[in-house]
T-cell receptor, first 113, second 117 residues
Framework: KAGVTQTPRYLIKTRGQQVTLSCSPI?????VSWYQQTPGQGLQFLFE???????NKGNFPGRFSGRQFSNSRSEMNVSTLELGDSALYLC????????????FGPGTRLLVL | AQKITQTQPGMFVQEKEAVTLDCTYD???????LFWYKQPSSGEMIFLIY??????QNATEGRYSLNFQKARKSANLVISASQLGDSAMYFC??????????????FGSGTRLQVQP
C-alpha cells in the first residue's frame, strides 16, 4: 500500500500571501489529521477531518483552515501568512482499527519570508 | 501542566547497546493510547509502537519494547541492540478518549538519540 503523500514538499512564500497544502491519505483511510511542527512550539495538532467533516480543531487562529474531499484527500490553507507560520506541516491518516494509529506523510516545509 | 513530558533532550548510546527513552504523561481519562514515533532528519514521522491503557502486557515490536507503568504514568521506550540507523528524534504521544472519535495526538518535546559506532 502506498503511504501518505504530501505536496508540495517545500514552499517559500512571503508575508501576507496565502498557501494551500495537499495531503493524500493511505488508501482506505477516511480520517486525516494535520499537525504543525516548529522548533519553539514542537508538534501541535491543527485539525482532523473525517468523511469530509472537520471533527476536531486545535488552538490555531482562523487563518488556518482545511477541507476534505469525497476521495479523502485533504487540503489545508493558511491565509495572510506570518513569519511564525514557517514550519513543517505534517499530515497523518488514521488506521481503521481500535488503535487508530496515525501514519504520517513526509511533510511540507514552509518558509515564510 | 504538560500532558507528555520527555525529560531527556539528548541521549548517546553505543552501537549494539540497549537504550531507554523516558516518557511520562498526565491524563484523567481511563481510556487512552500511548504511541512512540521516530523522526529522522528527513522529517517523516515513523510509527514504532503502541500501548493501550487497558493493555495488561507491555507492547513489543521487534527491537522496540514499551515499559508501561500505569500507576506511575510512565511509558518508556526501550530500544535493544542499537543500530546507527536508530539515530533520530523520538517522540512520545498520547491520544485521550480512545473510542470517542477524538483522534488528536498530544506530543512530547522529543529526545534526540545519537548512536555511536
Amino acid at each position: 500500500k502506498a503511504g501518505v503523500t504530501q505536496t508540495p514538499r517545500y514552499l517559500i512564500k512571503t508575508r501576507g500571501q496565502q498557501v494551500t497544502l495537499s495531503c493524500s491519505p493511505i488508501s482506505g483511510h477516511r480520517s486525516v489529521s494535520w499537525y504543525q511542527q516548529t522548533p519553539g512550539q514542537g508538534l501541535q495538532f491543527l485539525f482532523e477531518y473525517f468523511s469530509e467533516t472537520q471533527r476536531n480543531k486545535g488552538n490555531f487562529p482562523g487563518r488556518f483552515s482545511g477541507r476534505q474531499f469525497s476521495n479523502s484527500r485533504s487540503e489545508m490553507n493558511v491565509s495572510t501568512l506570518e513569519l511564525g507560520d514557517s514550519a513543517l506541516y505534517l499530515c497523518a491518516s488514521n488506521e481503521r482499527d481500535h488503535r487508530e494509529t496515525q501514519y504520517f506523510g513526509p511533510g511540507t516545509r514552509l518558509l515564510v519570508l | 501542566a504538560q500532558k507528555i513530558t520527555q525529560t531527556q533532550p539528548g541521549m548517546f548510546v553505543q552501537e549494539k547497546e540497549a537504550v531507554t527513552l523516558d516518557c511520562t504523561y498526565d491524563t484523567s481519562d481511563q481510556s487512552y493510547g500511548l504511541f512512540w514515533y521516530k523522526q529522522p532528519s528527513s522529517g517523516e514521522m515513523i510509527f514504532l509502537i503502541y500501548q493501550g491503557s487497558y493493555d495488561e502486557q507491555n507492547a513489543t515490536e521487534g527491537r522496540y519494547s514499551l515499559n508501561f507503568q500505569k500507576a506511575r504514568k510512565s511509558a518508556n521506550l526501550v530500544i535493544s541492540a542499537s543500530q546507527l540507523g536508530d539515530s533520530a528524534m523520538y517522540f512520545c504521544a498520547m491520544r485521550e478518549g480512545m473510542g470517542t472519535g477524538r483522534r488528536a495526538l498530544t506530543f512530547g518535546s522529543g529526545t534526540r538519540l545519537q548512536v555511536q559506532p
